[in-house]
């Protein structure tokens, strides 16, 4: 994570304020529940909230962690400065550091998952928003980077949005996932803390229990959350890619919102670059960057070594950080960005009605041409094309052998676009329903 | 892929006799629906339905190929040579090769989804039997490999089972995720076929119509399925580890299986090595190294290019023939390992007591010692057990400062294992349901 | 690795003919230094010659191994069944299997670190040629996908081929690496065994003895080499996609070779797919995915465990026969791709002059014209051309605020292509040598 | 990068001020070489030389980059601020962004390399003076975890000793690689630029022109620089695993340094955790997350575009400050480990003499007995051992059958240590030189 790719929101998440927020309020909970079990004073446990409003001071937390060497029992000793120790003496009866640790950081990722799919959320809106603005715009559809048929610039924002909103399926999932907490003490079998604590702190948390702990909470719940940001990344990178071949001198098509009028790189728009979305491919590296080590954590030995938590405590923050301003990034990109719809018609017509040629080739077949014979056909007029950018339909309507097989209507239809665009209808009530 | 670590009915799916039974079932029932649209005479669908029972010559197409220089090609000559070139004239007729390529693939995927539910179904009812029988068993729990305090074996397989059962859950959903097709045309807009052919073949063939298709079905799906793969796989080494650790001379709590009479490596069971897991171990970064291709896989450029095809060639039957031998080897060790309680217990009583040492601190400082003055009495009765291996439970009713906060019974019970296990029926009771 | 992308040369390394042929060679040798050393008897160590000529019977030993479990025991006693069992009885003496198999695999990486070096060689010589053939072929440089400056397309394989003699001196690096043999006998004391037995083998098979060995060869020797492979890979995946995009059909600067009577797809030129160089794109992902398991293996638990096995049964021979595969690949296409010097200069003229913006901008501060003037001047000039394809030079001589600044002649100057060739004969100096 | 895994001189590298100094001093020499070459005044660019001890104000910069989005022209204006926007006019002149951020980024990774050689320096010492310290320290050694036979300490650090100067070799390497800088204008054609401006720029940074850049530097230099970033972190896991299985509880053969009269967790040693050499597990995958994002850098499209520029803000910082501190962290944790000879014996000898059958079995079978017969003999003898405990070696001299092939003393010398301890100084030799 570096401010440059942050945004304030998700970045508040991984400050030591909110952690020791998320530490304070998993501790008050657990009390409260032991109150309730007859374990613990109940004022013990009200006093615990004396605490509710205080700001924790990081700085004399780490202080206290300089001569301790722990941090939970550095913020558990400034907590006391502020409970009073008498009071506080009962905090984190039972309970063991990793209880506080996984509980938070599981708050942390389902609140960073919250920001995600709100993010995803404002992404889905600007990809439908374009879709249905350039649902009728044409454009030539590529394969292998090569002109293959006539599509629409609707079609292409409709499956960047069928394939978000795959993504978005797929953090909700993560975010279930990753919602549980554990209050289950030394190795996860409760000895010194009853199950119903877990219970009352989770149902505060908004989490569910970890059915099954063993001091911390199993890996396999991060990989899979870590795992479907890669996912997400590598969309993000997938629309990245399109954009920057839409800007690219040649193809033009599209842009990254430039205003003509403005100073700047602007003043030649032929020089204005794509630098967003190639900062987003970069981008998507890094968030896939952050599987292959959630991966590697999950085999800890026995019931816990502690080989993760350096892992987390960098992709935690950096792969939610980095996906959460990507994907703004993203929509602001998507929401702005410059079509061009005239220039995808000279695109199409760089050799003048050649995309057409599949067409052609199976209309002379269907006419009863032979495969081979529709094929020399096709082949001679396309070579003059390619060599000399005539007009392919003139090229068929002035060679004997394809007008015997077919009539000029037959080969003028053959040369209609709406031929193309004819479910697209269909394809758009697929996506966004009805 | 290689045969030491390959099972047959994974390997038949992917096998050039599956992929072009699964290519001719698909052309098959697009006849079937173009016929019934009238696009195409019924004779001519019902004609290919001649070749049903065919055994595709795999190297008479790898001959037409070795010509046409295209495998989709080469197989609908070969199909014409079944069928008679004249009947077999339509099939094929408006698809793309991506429309057969693609659909197939993602039923092979589906074929291996299938069995790869069937092997965590196997592997689950292996370690919960295993658990049931273990669940009394006491042993060591540890973090940092260092003892920490008393768990049983029953909880490590159970922890195990529920680990796998989200892997179970993630898989079927990665099936429901990958079992799409396309049928759509050139870049996916069906201007040369109708959208009810599409449906119609994934009716007949399982699978759900991909709502936007660009002549490939986008790549994402193939992420999120891979990446559950490496989930798994993480998970398998998770179990594997523990297995190890479990074998190791000074540990000898647990064993792949062995059998004192017989002959081999058994001979000697001070020698007898934990390979399977450990094979398991690099069998886990194998189907992991999928992850990261099948992610970079997804930004296709426009509406596709076959980047993705050599990488899927491999990681295809790759990562689900090694994942589907590792779930089986798995199981086949959970199945048989070793367990030796009496090491457990040996194990646990290495420094006699000394495991009950929080515990006691916890009891010390409730029965009103103060932290510091808890925290001494232990340590100093704990270094003799440590350097003399002295009982410890002996040590502190030898300790007055122990004895005067704590009666004999109270430190006796403080050695109870009793206390440790006391919700083992809960934690199973969560994990498996009443 | 499946045949597809496989080369026969590369492929027999990996055989099981030529792995047996390389234990028979160790063994064989390791008799001649103990015989040496006194230790066994030399007509033991002859008599092992016998098979020298011998075609090893794979079928047989799986058969053999079918029983015994363990490979290397079951390549004894096939060897015993050519030399006679008598004979053969000091055969290994005091050697562990991890002497041959580490020692052979390491023959294994050696020969194909050889095959990569001359395939990097052929690949050099292939660019060589192609710049220095296309030395002066003007071409615009592209920043961002936009076009910037002109170059040459010499220029283009000149930095292919700097990149890539760097990559035949990294694989230079990496061959001596990874040309260590061992044998060490059990966790490579040479207890069992004289060191000199393993000065011998390695000597004789072209290896230096590893420094210190414990039982195994230390891995990171082996994740060095995958890495150099992995960073090959990405250079090819680097011209590959240079050449995906010349191809486009908006760019169309070069393509792979296809000829224009040919029947097939050549027959439609516009519709000639990279699919050679996409191919390429994704044989990198996979070499690329050889290294993080390479690396993984390197944290063997004590003196050796097997973790790092099946991942090499796996990577070695399938990274190896991907990475040959591709350079040979790309060795053809870039030997025989087409090269279309006058689509260059119709791209480079996409909106006439305005590459030279940058350099009329800068002629005019130098001719003492502020910064923000000239910017404008440049820029009301630049925005024309953008907007009607007007001719830039001509819009300039048409400006009186340029024309004051500027004389006719240093405006003509500024769009001399000679400018931006100047240097590259110094710069070819720099690549190739005088 | 995060502050706990963070060392100041390596942090320092990566600060703004610094970036700001190398900027600065590339623009300045830049200068001087233009005035060598008469293209700019003398005066000029001896003026650029006064803010020679400016601190540079990073505030102010980032206030300007706000307005102009680009922060070499920030840092430009801001220098102007300095220098005088008169005499400053000519500094930059026909350079890029590229030539300053490159450049820089190549010094920053340069003066990266040489902390981490120095660490490598470091942290070799430690390994050879715990070497040599323990030269002697039998210990068995482990296959699979497995005793195996007995090896000494000191052969355990020699191996680290030798993988890390593998590892130092690498990483001059890899300086050499990256110790390039380019001043080489738009698209590298020196256009704008004479090439002795860059040779100039680089001597006096220490660097060494790139022969062949393209506005950017090539990025397979980069790749190979975080690959051996790569090799490096999994030989620090390497170690960190062996140190960690030595700790856990039931080996007990060594361990994190701690004091016994210390307060803290070191009051109870049985629980004193393995936390630093855990972290170095976590630390490593970090490390070699940055391998595979700069091998998808190294495909730039054409000329350049800025994808890898994100990648690198990020792991340009974040695996050198984490590989830093890492090699930093191991030193201490080798230098002052505690090594616990006694525990090494009484392990070895859980099951009296077993690690001794193999050469038991080898001196049967070289004393005439068969094959099968010396193995059944072991075989009894071991599980007696195996199972009840006894001594191996008093087993033997029990069993007529062993005592009829063998004599006491033959039997007795199997049991002598010094046989596996006899070529230690060889290998010392190999390892460290005479």
């Known amino acids: 994570m570096i401010p440059r790719y942050s945004r304030p929101d998700m970045v508040a998440i991984w400050s030591p304020e909110t952690k020791f927020r998320i530490w304070y309020e998993i501790e008050a909970h657990a009390c409260d529940a032991m109150a309730d079990l007859g374990v613990i004073p109940r004022e013990n446990a009200e006093a615990v909230w004396k605490a509710k409003d205080v700001e924790f001071d990081v700085a004399r937390i780490d202080e206290i962690e ?3 060497k722990h941090d939970v029992i550095a913020f558990l000793t400034h907590l006391a400065e502020h409970v009073g120790s008498e009071e506080a003496r009962f905090v984190h009866q039972g309970m063991t550091s990793s209880d506080v640790l996984d509980t938070c950081f599981n708050v942390q990722l389902t609140r960073a ?8 959320e404002g992404l889905l809106a600007a990809l439908k928003r374009r879709a249905i603005e350039h649902k009728d715009t044409i454009r030539i559809g590529r394969s292998h980077g090569i002109h293959a048929e006539p599509t629409t610039m609707g079609l292409t924002f409709a499956r960047f949005y069928a394939e978000m909103d795959r993504n978005l399926s797929r953090m909700r999932d993560a975010r279930a996932e990753i919602a549980t907490g554990a209050i289950s003490g030394a190795v996860g079998t409760f000895a010194n803390i009853d199950p119903r604590v877990e219970e009352h702190v989770c149902d505060q948390l908004g989490l569910v229990p970890e059915p099954i702990s063993t001091q911390v909470i199993p890996r396999d ?8 940001l890669g996912v997400i990344a590598s969309s993000i990178e997938n629309i990245a890619i399109e954009i920057r071949h839409m800007q690219r001198t040649e193809v033009l098509e599209g842009a990254e919102f430039f205003s003509m009028g403005q100073k700047g790189s602007s003043a030649m728009p032929h020089k204005k670059n794509p630098v967003l ?4 491919t970069g981008l998507a590296r890094m968030v896939r960057a952050a599987v292959i080590p959630a991966m590697e954590n999950v085999a800890l030995w026995h019931e816990r070594d502690i080989s993760h938590s350096s892992v987390e405590r960098m992709i935690g923050p950096d792969a939610t950080i980095t996906l959460d301003f990507a994907l703004a990034r993203l929509t602001g990109v998507v929401d702005k960005m410059l079509i061009f719809p005239e220039n995808m018609i000279e695109n199409m017509n760089k050799f003048p009605g050649l995309v057409m040629s599949q067409r052609v080739l199976l209309a002379l077949t269907q006419a009863g041409v032979s495969r081979e014979d529709a094929y020399a056909m096709v082949q001679r007029n396309a070579l003059k094309v390619w060599e000399h950018r005539t007009d392919f339909k003139e090229e068929l309507l002035a060679d004997p052998d394809v007008t015997a097989a077919l009539s000029t209507e037959e080969i003028e239809e053959k040369f209609d676009l709406g031929y193309h665009t004819k479910h697209v209808d269909t394809i758009f009530a697929r996506v966004f329903g009805e």
Chains 1, 2, 3, 4 share one sequence.
Do not use: G, K, P, S
């Open 113 to 120: 998952a919250d920001i995600l799919i709100a993010d995803l």
């Open 277 to 280: 979305t190639e900062n987003l």
């Open 221 to 228: 719940r991060h990989a899979a959350f870590f795992a479907t």
């Open 66 to 68: 300089a001569v301790t």
